[in-house]
Nanobody, 123 residues
Framework: QVQLVESGGGLVQAGGSLRLSCAASGRTFSSNAMGWYRQPPGKEREFVATISWSDGGTYYTNSVKGRFTISRENAKNTVYLQMNSLKPEDTAVYYC????????????????WGQGTQVTVSP
């Protein structure tokens, strides 16, 4: 059974940093795109960042470019999200996702999901 378990969320002041981790089990994801989504209070889930299965190519939503960095460690079946210069608008539940299909881009409709971790940024 595939499981994605996020950790590292919490409460931080604006301008601070957090590092989220997502450890996968049940299968290896070295050939699968992985990424992060978030759901702000009262809003729909939105894309944050993704990292490819091969050369580690990354893609970010505009609002986090230059502040967030996604990385992966295939030996540990883990993906990370380093979040710097956090803003109150980054407050959300952050979800890890992994593509169900190897060698394809991450798609919400074809992904495994973690349970989410809360990130709260105070002014």
């Amino acid at each position: 059974q595939v499981q994605l378990v996020e950790s590292g969320g919490g409460l931080v002041q604006a301008g601070g940093s957090l590092r989220l981790s997502c450890a996968a089990s049940g299968r290896t994801f070295s050939s699968n795109a992985m990424g992060w989504y978030r759901q702000p209070p009262g809003k729909e889930r939105e894309f944050v960042a993704t990292i490819s299965w091969s050369d580690g190519g990354t893609y970010y939503t505009n609002s986090v470019k230059g502040r967030f960095t996604i990385s992966r460690e295939n030996a540990k079946n883990t993906v990370y999200l380093q979040m710097n210069s956090l803003k109150p608008e980054d407050t959300a539940v952050y979800y890890c996702a992994a593509s169900r299909i190897a060698f394809t881009h991450l798609s919400p409709s074809a992904a495994y999901w973690g349970q989410g971790t809360q990130v709260t940024v105070s002014p």
